[in-house]
């Protein structure tokens, strides 16, 4: 009986006594606790290499000028085809959880897993100057189709420390009948608004109108934004610079750049920073190579060849003035892009151009 009872005690004070050490470790926890599986960066890191020569940067952005305008529309259409055939795998092993369904604003857009945030609907994109971009849907409300993830949105822009916001198009959309507020809204329109979001109250602190070389550009809004946890008593409070292209239908911390579908603008806006800053390395790529590069990150990229037309312009243009080069390479083909835009093209062969 004295043995029975000593091993009893022994397995019990045992027991007690790993229970309380697991505790103390935080390796025990009675909670739910949601597991990320951890992002893969699907770029090697190239931040340290060197710029190319004057002179071979005047040839890598000339050459993206190349060819007629009916090659340069037959290379978009290509490459939106590329797009459009793209393999698109959402399985990824233990601990990935698919996003809900009920997540997606378009369940046509599948996640790549690997570059997946998990929180929304959203993939991670490196530049190779390491500007973090998080490519985004916009937030959804609660409704019969959608479950709202307007909270999840800001727990990430919490858990991230996002400093900058992009969102790209106006609040309230013409549907063809009428101006349409959207609905996600995450913040108030006009300085001094304020909303309540789950655990947090959204105040819009300033809004104006962004200064482009000293006059304001009513296309672009700049609004400060301050989101308060009013759960937590200490440094409860973080304040974001939030642009608003209203006409479009520090690098340590991630940018969020989000349309409503997180797609076609979204990825035309970041490919700007993404493939110009591949090229200024790479004498021996041309922009179909950067392109390429761009899509493996986000499903579905892009909607039309036009979007894919208008990025390589924005590409020519952001390498002429970043190292100040003649104006006449982008006039080249803007104005070649601008000649296909005129002709009112809708399909060719399957594959939309606008």
């Known amino acids: 009986v004295l043995y029975v009872s000593f091993s009893i005690i022994f397995i019990a004070g045992f027991t007690v006594t790993a229970v309380l050490l697991l505790w103390c470790k935080k390796l025990l926890c009675f909670s739910k606790r949601q597991m990320f599986c951890p992002i893969i960066d699907m770029d090697k890191q190239e931040d340290l290499y060197p710029p190319l020569s004057e002179d071979l940067i005047v040839l890598v952005t000339g050459s993206l000028t190349f060819g007629t305008n009916e090659e340069k529309f037959d290379s978009w259409i290509k490459l939106m085809r590329m797009v459009m055939e793209e ?14 369904p009920r997540k997606y604003r378009n369940y046509s857009i599948p996640l790549n897993p690997l570059t997946s945030l998990q ?83 959204v105040e819009t602190l300033k809004e104006m109108p962004f200064l482009v070389d000293g006059k304001n550009n009513n ?69 179909e190579d950067g392109f390429k590069k761009l899509i493996e990150k986000r499903y579905k990229s892009f909607q039309n060849a036009q979007q894919i037309g208008w990025l390589e312009v924005g590409v020519v243009y952001f390498l002429t003035k970043k190292y100040e080069l003649e104006m006449a390479m982008f006039d080249a083909i803007n104005t070649k892009y601008s000649t296909i835009c005129a002709k009112g093209i809708t399909e060719v062969g399957g594959v939309r151009w606008r």
């Open 87 to 100: 393999k698109r795998r959402e399985k990824r092993k233990y601990p990935f959880r698919k996003l809900p």
């Open 219 to 287: 296309d672009v809004l700049m609004r400060t934004i301050r989101i308060t946890d009013k759960k937590k008593k200490k440094n409860n409070f973080r304040e974001i610079t939030h642009f608003q292209y209203v006409s479009w239908n520090d690098k340590d911390k991630p940018i969020i750049v989000h349309c409503t579908e997180g797609v076609g603008r979204t990825m035309a806006f970041i490919g700007l920073d993404y493939i110009s800053s591949h090229l200024e390395i790479h004498d021996e790529w041309k922009f």
């Open 119 to 201: 929180i929304i609907h959203g993939n991670r994109i490196r530049s190779r100057d390491n500007t973090v971009f998080y490519a985004t849907q916009m937030p959804m409300e609660q409704s019969e189709h959608f479950d709202e993830t307007l909270i999840d949105f800001l727990n990430l822009i919490w858990k991230d420390e996002i400093e900058v916001l992009v969102m790209l198009g106006p609040t309230r959309p013409y549907d063809g009948k009428e101006f349409v507020q959207l609905d996600g809204m995450y913040f108030c329109e006009g300085a001094k608004g304020k909303m309540t979001i789950g655990s947090y109250e």
